[in-house]
């Protein structure tokens, strides 16, 4: 396990460019294998959990070709469907959410697919349902082994059909779209999610020789196709990092300048930092933060404190409520973090209150939290990451600390963010991996 050694109440100054989106990545990569054609993915992070998938696709057969920093050529021209019966597919697949989107691409291709129950974040019941029940009205069987834990799908035959969701899950609806592409005739899909990863994985497929209408909205229409052809893809720039980094600015009063940010795309999260009383500039495509001693959270329009709560897109994503509630740590005013989408990824404010963040934790899905508008700042302390962005809100909250702090399982934080140690500590903090 390892831990990082942080020393507080650094400012930093600097430009920092988002890596490529880690969710978009799963995604794409898990696409790959609907074609026998090459693919190119330029943006690709290095990070844990989409090294692992590009490890797992390629234990599978996949040709996989680094081309150069951050863009590989992935060709799936042969793929031994025997390797997932093996004992190392099962543990591999296991250890990260985003295999789970392997099972529509193959079950599409090959007519069999199956998976472990899949790793991530332990945040809370993380159901399957969506991904099983889209399969089997496209007429595929699903099976659930519960001493092994494994999930099969087979079909003979897949054919579209008009579905409605029981939720608009991403990876549920990335999964049926991969599937509904190859089926025969049409699959109409409500209540689909469509954020901007969904968008862009419905682009590059109809590049591939797909047809989708109505991307962006929740209202799919997919004509199935025979083949698939190769294309060339670029990831956007990860939002969720783009957010960790206005929150990080703020809280340790820092002037960064977030480059190329697609800001086109990243719908809410700019206005509620800015609700949080962050002051940022957009300049063409990247967002200026300017250095701020304070900054002071808004109420709604009525007076009464404000809730920032999480939604389906195009709300506000859940990935980014931790990094909202650690920077209102140190804000004037009070906000209700509102988590409705999980239930449990608040319990980590218990290391906040014991750096001396003023916050009651309501009940699993809601944490008041009293800023400290920098009268008093947090301390240094020992904590452990529970998860991924639970981590890198520990990480902001130790960098704008007074003291030391270590933050164990930091392998939660590798998951999804790239060199953070020195992409950082290039701006002016310092974090040691110890
Ligand atoms: C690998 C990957 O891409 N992971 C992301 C993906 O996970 P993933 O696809 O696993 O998440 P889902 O969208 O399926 O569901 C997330 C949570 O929201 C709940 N839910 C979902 C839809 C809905 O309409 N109502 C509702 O309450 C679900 O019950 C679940 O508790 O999307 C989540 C929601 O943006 C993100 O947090 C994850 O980072
Ligand atoms: C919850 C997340 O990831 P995963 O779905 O991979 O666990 C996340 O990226 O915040």
């Known amino acids: 396990m390892a831990s990082f050694e942080v020393k507080g109440g650094n400012k930093l100054n600097g430009e920092i460019t988002p890596q490529g989106a880690k969710n978009e990545a799963l995604q794409i990569i898990c696409a790959t294998l609907l074609t026998d054609q090459p693919m190119v993915i330029h943006n690709i992070p290095y990070i844990r959990d989409v090294n692992q998938l590009i490890e797992l696709v390629q234990d599978m057969g996949v040709e996989v070709t680094k081309l150069k920093e951050g863009t590989y050529r992935f060709h799936a021209i042969n793929v031994n469907l025997d390797y997932l019966a093996s004992a190392q597919y099962q543990q591999k697949a296991a250890s990260l959410r985003g295999s789970v989107m392997l099972l529509g691409p193959l079950l599409a291709r090959f007519g069999r697919s199956r998976i472990p129950k899949p790793g991530g974040d332990k945040i809370g019941r993380r159901r399957l349902d969506t991904h099983f029940l889209g399969f089997q009205q ?3 069987k699903f099976n659930y082994d519960i001493k092994t834990n494994i999930y099969d799908v087979d079909a003979t035959q897949l054919q579209g059909t008009y579905m409605h969701l029981d939720e608009a899950s991403v990876t549920g609806t990335a999964n049926i779209i991969m599937t509904a592409v190859r089926a025969k005739g ?7 999610a469509c954020e901007p990863y969904i968008q862009q994985l419905c682009q590059m497929l109809v590049r591939m020789g797909a047809k989708i209408e109505g991307i962006g909205s929740n209202l799919l ?3 199935g196709v025979d083949t698939l052809g190769g294309t060339e893809h670029t990831l956007l720039p990860d939002m969720i990092e783009i957010g960790s980094f206005i929150g990080l600015a703020a ?4 002037e960064l300048t977030i480059k190329n940010c697609r800001i086109d795309q990243l719908g809410l999260i700019p206005h509620m930092f800015q609700r949080l009383g962050i002051q940022m500039e957009f300049k063409k495509d990247d967002i ?5 001693d304070h900054y002071e959270i808004d109420t709604f329009m009525d007076g009464s404190i404000l809730t920032v709560a999480d939604a389906p897109w195009p709300g506000f994503t859940p ?3 931790s990094i909202v509630l650690v920077t209102a740590t140190q804000a004037k005013g009070t906000v209700l973090v509102h988590q409705k989408m999980f239930e449990s990824r608040l319990f980590f404010v218990d290391k906040l209150i014991d750096m001396g963040a003023q916050i009651i934790l309501c009940d699993p899905h809601r944490a008041t939290v009293n800023g400290l508008n920098k009268q008093i700042m947090l301390r240094g302390i020992r904590m452990t990451s529970p998860d991924i962005r639970a981590g890198v809100a520990l990480l902001i909250a130790a960098l704008s600390a007074e003291g030391t702090s270590i933050i164990d399982n930091i392998e939660q934080i590798d998951r999804g963010y790239q060199y953070i140690d020195q992409r950082l500590n290039a701006l002016g903090a310092e974090i040691k991996r110890l």
């Open 288 to 292: 200026y933060i300017p250095a701020q």
């Open 138 to 140: 496209l007429g595929a």
């Open 221 to 223: 229409k997919i004509e």
């Open 186 to 192: 049409t699959t109409t899909l409500y209540h689909a």
């Open 319 to 321: 990935d980014l409520m």
């Open 251 to 254: 809280i340790t009063g820092s």
